[in-house]
């Protein structure tokens, strides 16, 4: 006797179309499945992977309702009237009322018939290396659109523009400095075009040089689902904070690796969980550091300059700041309930991995972000002891073993008096009575980095509610899509010294087209030393430089005044002083303590070049003698 029959088709998931209209009714094709009562069709949000948490948007049975019954191994549901917004959206076939995926994901697109815009008001990207291919990705500066196109109209004859948004082309030893460009973007016919600047930096092969470096710590809740629309609003809060590297808790390797590719960006692959970093520049190592995910990133590459990130996320359990709402409530009591939960052990095993790291800080920077479900000793002092429940001085366990590991709490440095500037990242929503405390930090250890500001970020929180626990669907429709504040700080990041001799190597490169100069020499006798000419910003061979000059004014008798400067110069003392008799001077402006360039001292700001400008003070006093005043810039 001989049997004849077909091999089972394998589960398979698809849309009666890929498009639809928003509000119109959404058709989902299955087939080959087990035909499990409680098989089921769920849609979610970009990038996230069915696990629970977050829930999906839309679900049905198989047999298309919300109560199951029967066997369907084929079949179709249709949602009725679907509240998606405009964008794409992940269509999962799954089995028996659990997560296990039979087939998927397939993308649905809801269409946007809304046009297009811009979210920022300039492009800042990448920089790019003459003589080497370059690519970036601008099309997440502009809001989804059904019908949308991007164009060059200005811009270096080398760089090209795709419709899709993809920058592309090699710029040459003359395209050296800063590039601009102007971008259009185009929507359906009869739409306003609307455009946008655009600017980065060329660097010559071998002088490599990126003097400041933003890092952004972001609680993504649950994945960005618990706001309309969380993915899209996510991408866009990390283009208005103009973030370079992002640690994302509550995330997952399937959200991170989709933000990744929107903004064109590269993923830490070590993350395999919820916590994730994504970094505008290469990741040349993933590391795990207990349940740290690291990356040792690549600013640049010629000469090398590296910093290694590690985000973590800590046990949420045992909340220290609950202990200190109850009656009688000591710090004793308070660190007696923070110690039952995991988090400090938790943290000694990350430090313990990173043990080689960190002592290595001075030559490979560590910058150290997360949520860490605890507050600061930093925080929670005498003085702010009425804002904790009275109680307080607490020595928490987890900030104090990571300052005796070496690690300095970025905004702590940039805001040292907690009473004044408290940066409460929990809660951006949740109000009332709930505890409100800076609980996620960015830490950093090794002399390249220097903090130039640090700030609590977010965008608009149009709606909050009571404390945790309280029903969440009220913010909905919020801007932000968190239920914490963001962190972000900005550093200098120090130059290269390979031969540590005190001068940047990539500036050597430039001007002596090799390393080993000597910082005390003066190659143009100018009277200015190599070191110095580096400092200010100045050439140090050829035609000689002017440490200061001054120009007729075009409102008052006394002359106006300029310099240049260096980001070199951050953390030498560079400082422009005044005097009448020579002996006594008054210091005018300090770099170190306007390192971003804010001072309404500063009458007009030049940008030359990467890392260098020209600095204008106008207006300047009258000497009080009635006859001169004396200006000089000086330095350690």
Same mark, same amino acid.
């Given at each position: 006797?001989?049997?004849?029959?077909?091999?089972?088709?394998?589960?398979?998931?698809?849309?009666?179309?890929?498009?639809?209209?928003?509000?119109e009714?959404?058709t989902?094709?299955?087939?080959?499945?087990?035909g499990n009562?409680?098989? %089921?069709?769920?849609?979610y949000?970009?990038?996230?992977?069915?696990?629970?948490?977050?829930?999906?948007?839309?679900?049905?049975?198989?047999?298309?309702?919300?109560?199951?019954?029967?066997?369907f191994?084929?079949?179709?549901?249709?949602?009725?009237?679907?509240?998606?917004g405009?964008?794409?959206?992940?269509?999962?076939?799954?089995?028996?009322?659990?997560?296990?995926?039979?087939?998927?994901?397939?993308?649905?697109?809801?269409?946007?018939?809304?046009?297009?815009?811009?979210?920022?008001?300039?492009?800042?990207?990448?920089?790019a290396?003459?003589?080497?291919a370059?690519?970036?990705?601008?099309?997440?500066?502009?809001?989804?659109?059904?019908?949308?196109?991007f164009?060059?109209?200005?811009?270096?004859?080398?760089?090209?523009?795709s419709?899709?948004?993809?920058?592309?082309?090699?710029?040459?030893?003359?395209?050296?400095?800063?590039?601009?460009?102007r971008?259009?973007?185009?929507?359906?016919?009869?739409?306003?075009?609307?455009?946008?600047?655009?600017?980065?930096e060329?660097?010559?092969?071998?002088?490599?040089?990126?003097?400041?470096?933003?890092?952004m710590?972001?609680?993504?809740?649950?994945?960005?689902?618990?706001?309309k629309?969380?993915?899209?609003k996510?991408?866009?809060?990390?283009?208005?904070?103009?973030?370079?590297i992002?640690?994302?808790?509550?995330?997952?390797?399937?959200?991170?690796?989709?933000?990744?590719?929107?903004?064109?960006?590269?993923?830490?692959?070590?993350?395999?969980?919820?916590?994730?970093?994504?970094?505008?520049?290469?990741?040349?190592e993933?590391?795990?550091?207990?349940?740290?995910?690291?990356?040792?990133?690549?600013?640049?590459?010629?000469?090398?300059?590296?910093?290694?990130?590690?985000?973590?996320?800590?046990?949420y359990?045992?909340?220290?700041?609950?202990?200190?709402?109850?009656?009688?409530?000591?710090?004793?009591?308070?660190?007696?309930?923070?110690? &039952?939960?995991?988090?400090?052990?938790?943290?000694?095993?990350?430090?313990?991995?990173?043990?080689?790291?960190?002592?290595?800080?001075?030559?490979?920077?560590?910058?150290?972000?997360?949520?860490?479900?605890?507050?600061s000793?930093?925080d %929670?002092?005498?003085?702010?002891?009425?804002?904790?429940g009275?109680?307080?001085?607490?020595? %928490?366990?987890?900030?104090?073993?990571?300052?005796?590991?070496?690690?300095?709490?970025?905004?702590?440095?940039?805001?040292?008096?907690?009473?004044?500037?408290?940066?409460?990242?929990?809660?951006?929503?949740?109000?009332g009575t709930?505890?409100?405390?800076?609980?996620?930090?960015?830490?950093?250890?090794?002399?390249?980095?220097?903090?130039?500001?640090?700030?609590?970020?977010?965008t608009?929180?149009?709606t909050?509610?009571?404390?945790?626990?309280?029903?969440?669907?009220?913010?909905?429709?919020n801007?932000?899509?968190?239920?914490?504040?963001?962190?972000?700080?900005?550093?200098?990041?120090?130059?290269a010294d390979?031969?540590?001799?005190?001068?940047?190597?990539?500036?050597?490169?430039?001007?002596?087209?090799?390393?080993?100069?000597?910082?005390?020499?003066?190659?143009?006798?100018?009277?200015?030393?190599?070191?110095?000419?580096?400092?200010?910003?100045?050439?140090p061979?050829g035609?000689?430089?002017?440490?200061?000059?001054?120009?007729?004014?075009?409102?008052?008798?006394?002359?106006?005044?300029?310099?240049?400067?260096?980001?070199?110069?951050?953390?030498n003392?560079?400082r422009?002083q &005044?005097?009448?008799?020579?002996?006594? %001077?008054?210091?005018?402006?300090?770099?170190?303590?306007?390192?971003?360039l804010?001072?309404p001292t500063?009458?007009?700001?030049?940008?030359?070049?990467?890392?260098?400008?020209?600095?204008?003070?106008?207006?300047?006093?009258?000497?009080?003698?009635?006859?001169?005043?004396?200006?000089?810039?000086s330095?350690?």
């Amino acid at each position: 006797m001989a049997l004849a029959g077909s091999a089972c088709a394998a589960p398979a998931v698809s849309l009666s179309k890929t498009s639809y209209e928003p509000g119109e009714n959404i058709t989902v094709n299955f087939s080959g499945g087990p035909g499990n009562t409680k098989d %089921w069709i769920g849609i979610y949000s970009p990038g996230i992977t069915p696990s629970g948490n977050p829930v999906s948007l839309l679900w049905f049975y198989t047999n298309g309702t919300k109560t199951a019954s029967g066997s369907f191994p084929s079949g179709s549901v249709t949602f009725n009237n679907p509240t998606l917004g405009a964008g794409t959206y992940g269509v999962y076939f799954l089995a028996n009322d659990a997560y296990g995926i039979l087939a998927g994901p397939v993308t649905l697109t809801i269409a946007n018939s809304t046009p297009s815009t811009w979210r920022t008001s300039s492009i800042r990207l990448r920089h790019a290396v003459a003589g080497t291919a370059y690519s970036a990705k601008i099309s997440a500066f502009a809001t989804p659109a059904t019908v949308r196109s991007f164009t060059k109209v200005e811009g270096p004859s080398w760089l090209n523009v795709s419709a899709a948004g993809v920058i592309s082309g090699t710029p040459g030893i003359t395209d050296a400095g800063i590039q601009t460009a102007r971008i259009r973007l185009a929507g359906a016919a009869g739409v306003p075009t609307a455009d946008i600047p655009l600017t980065f930096e060329v660097f010559p092969a071998g002088q490599e040089h990126i003097s400041r470096l933003k890092v952004m710590s972001y609680n993504v809740w649950k994945e960005w689902s618990q706001v309309k629309d969380g993915f899209q609003k996510g991408v866009n809060s990390i283009l208005q904070a103009d973030a370079d590297i992002v640690g994302l808790q509550e995330s997952s390797a399937t959200q991170a690796q989709a933000l990744a590719d929107e903004l064109g960006w590269y993923r830490a692959t070590s993350g395999t969980g919820s916590t994730q970093v994504v970094s505008r520049y290469p990741i040349v190592e993933n590391f795990n550091a207990g349940i740290g995910v690291g990356a040792r990133i690549r600013v640049a590459t010629s000469p090398e300059r590296d910093m290694v990130m590690l985000n973590c996320h800590l046990d949420y359990l045992y909340y220290g700041p609950y202990a200190a709402r109850v009656a009688g409530a000591t710090p004793q009591s308070v660190l007696a309930e923070e110690a &039952r939960s995991a988090r400090d052990t938790q943290m000694a095993a990350v430090l313990q991995a990173m043990t080689s790291r960190l002592a290595a800080a001075d030559q490979l920077p560590v910058v150290l972000t997360g949520d860490f479900n605890v507050p600061s000793h930093l925080d %929670w002092t005498a003085a702010t002891a009425s804002s904790h429940g009275g109680v307080g001085p607490v020595a %928490w366990p987890v900030s104090t073993r990571i300052h005796a590991a070496g690690l300095l709490d970025s905004f702590r440095i940039a805001h040292p008096d907690p009473a004044s500037d408290p940066a409460n990242s929990w809660s951006s929503i949740h109000k009332g009575t709930e505890a409100q405390d800076r609980i996620d930090f960015i830490y950093y250890k090794g002399k390249a980095l220097r903090v130039l500001d640090s700030e609590m970020f977010a965008t608009a929180v149009e709606t909050k509610v009571g404390a945790w626990g309280t029903d969440v669907t009220p913010v909905l429709n919020n801007t932000w899509p968190s239920d914490h504040f963001s962190m972000v700080t900005t550093y200098a990041l120090a130059s290269a010294d390979t031969d540590g001799n005190g001068v940047s190597d990539a500036w050597e490169q430039r001007w002596f087209q090799s390393l080993g100069s000597i910082p005390q020499g003066d190659a143009n006798n100018d009277g200015l030393s190599n070191r110095t000419s580096m400092l200010l910003g100045l050439p140090p061979v050829g035609a000689s430089g002017h440490a200061v000059e001054f120009s007729p004014s075009a409102t008052s008798a006394v002359p106006d005044l300029s310099f240049h400067v260096s980001d070199l110069a951050l953390g030498n003392g560079l400082r422009l002083q &005044r005097s009448e008799n020579l002996t006594q %001077w008054t210091t005018v402006w300090s770099f170190d303590e306007d390192p971003l360039l804010k001072s309404p001292t500063l009458s007009v700001i030049e940008r030359l070049f990467p890392a260098r400008w020209k600095l204008h003070l106008r207006n300047l006093p009258a000497p009080t003698n009635g006859v001169s005043s004396f200006y000089r810039l000086s330095h350690f």
